[in-house]
């Protein structure tokens, strides 16, 4: 599956030095464009670990890591309506990550003229709301003479019923409160779905440490952690974009010991991927061979037939059966001949779930 979360915030925060560590690209940074500057767009590969140490073990012609897309854009303090084009970028992600600056720099004056990260948060996340309550306004006003013209029955009570749930949308951004924060049904969800609220998409909150604080950085998040954990689907993860950057141009070696001296026990990349991957309930599963080595993406939860349909839309419709091996399970026994010897892999159908970690081979027909 494509994964698509947009990073943004307000000027000045770390939002492209975050998006060029991610992607290991090299978007220039030290001035603000202002709220039409263009979207950055780059892809982040997924370090894993038991991926890697599959390939020894299969000696591929290929290693496909998982992939994040991730987009940086930034908002203007104070621009009022989110620009058209920005408002598309945000709308077709599935999770916002929201930089919020927490470190000093008199270089780099901070637009409300100090640093407050829990007030940037409160500042961006109210123009979310403005924007969702812009676009609840104009369908309800839309839906009104749909509603008279329907014909009585079905149809009639389908919009009745979006209706309703659109005005209990609008009374919560009245109260500033983000959609996500409501109790909604399956099927309410589903009505929701299409119009890509913005304060619905989980969001994920990076907090930009000072550089004085990497090693002892809980009294910095500890307020940041108590305002994210009054909203659902909201997760909070730490980096210090500067220091990352600099480490970024050492040898692995050189990087290694860099962390180890300034307390840092993984890269910023590593925490943030693994903090997405967390807030949108996403697993990996490999498929192995002498040809490719490479991780898939699916939803936790996911069914045999659905994780078959994230490697060819072929296998997920002629689906028989999948054969599952645990990562750990394959490396002990050295082989998928020696992992059947020893009944370390067994056979699902159709119902059953693919696990994080697990080695899925197809079985289908078409």
């Not at 109260?175 to 989980?202: I, N, Q």
Request: charged letters at 30%; proline letters at 5%; hydrophobic letters at 40%.
């Amino acid at each position: 599956m494509n994964v698509v979360t947009t990073i943004t915030g307000l000027p000045f925060v770390g939002k492209t030095t975050l998006f060029d560590l991610l992607t290991g690209q090299h978007v220039a940074t030290g001035t603000f464009a202002g709220a039409e500057a263009e979207t950055n767009v780059g892809v982040a590969k997924v370090p894993d670990e038991r991926l890697d140490r599959l390939v020894p073990l299969f000696k591929p012609k290929k290693t496909t890591h998982a992939e994040i897309t991730y987009r940086d854009l930034g908002l203007a303090k104070g621009g009022g309506e989110i620009s058209t084009k920005k408002l598309g970028d945000l709308r077709t992600s599935d999770a916002l990550l929201h930089v919020v600056r927490a470190f000093r720099d008199p270089t780099v004056p901070h637009p409300e003229g100090s640093v407050d990260p829990v007030r940037d948060l409160a500042t961006l996340d109210l123009e979310l709301v403005v924007s969702d309550h812009s676009v609840v306004e104009r369908r309800i006003e839309r839906i009104e003479p749909e509603i008279r013209g329907a014909r009585a029955g079905g149809e009639r009570e389908a919009k009745e019923r979006e209706r309703d749930l659109l005005r209990r949308c609008l009374a919560a951004l009245d109260a500033e409160t983000p959609l996500r924060e409501l109790d909604l049904e399956a099927e309410e969800l589903k009505v929701l779905r299409g119009y890509r609220f913005l304060t619905l998409m989980p969001q994920l909150v990076v907090v930009n440490l000072d550089e004085a604080d990497v090693a002892a950085p809980d009294a910095t998040l500890a307020p940041v952690r108590a305002a994210a954990s009054t909203h659902r689907s909201t997760g909070v993860v730490h980096v210090c974009a500067k220091l990352e950057a600099e480490i970024a141009e050492l040898s692995p070696e050189e990087a290694t010991a860099f962390r180890e001296e300034a307390g840092l026990h993984e890269p910023a990349l590593d925490r943030v991927l693994r903090a997405t991957y967390d807030l949108l309930g996403l697993i990996s599963f490999f498929t192995v061979g002498p040809d490719e080595c490479r991780a898939w993406t699916v939803r936790k939860g996911a069914t045999a037939p659905e994780a078959a349909g994230a490697i060819h839309s072929d296998l997920e419709r002629g689906f028989i059966r999948a054969e599952v091996t645990k990562w750990d399970d394959m490396l002990r026994a050295g082989s998928e001949a020696e992992a059947k010897k020893h009944a370390l892999t067994r056979t699902i159908g159709k119902d059953a779930v693919v696990n994080d970690g697990e080695i899925v081979h197809v079985l289908f027909n078409v």
